[in-house]
């Protein structure tokens, strides 16, 4: 691992020229520290790192040196690998790798293709924190720790034992063969066995997780894809409430945010769209439409709507006029 680093920091320097150490720490995801006792290895490994004191000062390499350091470790080629299949660079903790391939691959190109390069990266822009509307992306948020032990115990074919908190339930602990990773709308999911019944874990509720060395029982090849589409299949059928309604367009996101599924979607000629959803229950259907106002229309079923009217008079019986202060209806 340190190894790694020192040819991360150097490729850091080169690519970058001047750095503080507050810099090269916040990049490695390391102490200041930590980058000072690196920066004295190289040194001292014969690496000629200046330093340039004073409030503008930093680190910087001797100009015109240059690495023969190309080759990529095991994470960092599956990191390149896995962002090209979408928002790789967040994906199963792997953000930090990808970001020490790409300095790698960097480094490789020639000096006219890197200038190139980096003016390029800086007019493409993947995934902001915020949507046009200003609303922040919320992302669920899984602990380092669990994150690589869960994917270690996926590539290695190991049981995993993991503290898990569902839904209105107390934590426990469980033992299962991990089969995959799947990451979905900033959602990630395990999808494993357990005494050879499928099951489906969300990363962000496991408290700790621990890989074993007992070879996890599983087959040896593997269709994530089609594995997913049955599981997806399958939780739109359990329990789930189907309901058919229309929303303005420009309101289609948040509906989708609030639905567990889309089974079904057909625009209509008015800037309407109409789709076939589900939710949890009827409460949660009653609620997540509500939040639409009148951008939204419930077409069935026939409760829903009904709970979605009681609401609305209930609502309009709260806010009626109240009579002018000092009178008193008096019965006709």
């Known amino acids: 691992m340190r190894a790694d680093r020192l040819v991360s920091l150097v490729l850091l ?8 150490a507050d810099e090269l720490a916040n990049e490695l995801e390391v102490s200041a520290r930590t980058v000072l006792r690196d920066i004295e290895a190289l040194s001292t490994a014969g690496v000629p790192v200046f330093v340039d004191r004073g409030r503008h000062g930093g680190f910087s390499l001797l100009p015109g040196f240059r690495t023969q350091l190309t080759g990529l470790n095991h994470h960092e080629a599956l990191a390149l690998l896995t962002a090209g299949t979408g928002s790789g660079e967040k994906a199963f903790g792997l953000g930090s790798a990808l970001a020490s391939a790409m300095r790698k691959v960097v480094d490789a190109l020639p000096e006219g293709h890197r200038a190139t390069l980096d003016d390029a990266t800086k007019r493409l822009l993947v ?3 915020t949507d046009l509307l200003s609303r922040r992306l919320v992302t669920e948020q899984v602990a380092r720790e669990v994150m690589d ?8 074919g190991h049981k995993l034992r993991f503290h898990y908190a569902a839904p209105d339930k107390t934590p426990r602990w469980r033992t299962v063969d991990p089969i995959g990773l799947v990451t ?3 959602r990630t999911y395990l999808l494993a066995t357990k005494s050879g019944e499928d099951r489906t874990y969300r990363l962000s509720r496991m408290l700790a997780a621990e890989e074993l060395s007992e070879p996890a029982e599983r087959p040896a090849q593997v269709d994530l894809n089609r594995i997913w589409a049955e599981r997806s299949a399958r939780f739109l059928s359990d329990g789930h409430i189907p309901v058919l309604v229309r929303v303005k367009s420009a309101r289609r996101e948040e509906l989708l945010n609030a639905a567990r599924a889309v089974c079904a979607e057909e625009s209509e000629p008015d800037g309407w769209i109409r789709l076939e959803v589900t939710f949890e229950d009827l409460r949660h259907a009653e609620w997540a439409i509500w939040q639409l106002d009148t951008a939204a229309e419930a077409l069935n079923p026939d409760e829903l709507r009904v709970a979605l009217r009681e609401r609305a008079e209930a609502v309009a019986e ?3 006029p109240k009579p002018p202060a000092g009178t008193t209806d008096i019965p006709g």
């Open 184 to 186: 979905i709308r900033d």
């Open 127 to 129: 995934e902001p924190d």
């Open 13 to 20: 320097l080169r690519q970058r020229g001047r750095m503080t």
């Open 318 to 320: 709260r806010y009626k």
């Open 149 to 156: 032990e869960v994917r270690h115990a996926v590539l290695a």
